[in-house]
């Protein structure tokens, strides 16, 4: 069963940093292009960054010079780096790979900003 686990959530203060992985759990599947989403409470999910396998990213204006997405192929791991944070960066996020030519979503990560 293909399974996506997120890790790296945390508490951070305004301006710090963290950096969330993404990774399948069990059985190794191969993840393609993924992309990284979050939901704060009360509002819909939103798409924050999408990488490709050849490392190509994208990133939605909001985090766009805040927010790195990366990968290690060789490990089959998602990062997403995430400096000057921000309160508003409070959310649940999730990852979202396609592996076998279908998607898969992770269970999500807290990450909450706050002094």
């Known amino acids: 069963q293909v399974r996506l686990v997120e890790s790296g959530g945390g508490l951070v203060q305004p301006g710090g940093s963290l950096r969330l992985s993404c990774t399948t759990s069990g059985e190794t599947f191969t993840i393609h292009t993924a992309d990284w989403y979050r939901q704060a409470p009360g509002n819909q999910r939103e798409w924050v960054a999408s990488?490709?396998?050849?490392?190509?990213?994208n990133y939605a204006d909001s985090v766009k010079g805040r927010f790195t997405a990366s990968r290690d192929n060789a490990k089959n791991i998602l990062y997403l780096q995430m400096d000057s944070l921000k309160p508003e960066d409070t959310a649940v996020y999730y990852c979202n790979g396609e592996i076998n030519l279908r998607r898969y979503w992770g269970q999500g990560t807290q990450v909450t900003v706050s002094s």
């Open positions: 990488i490709t396998r050849s490392s190509m990213t």
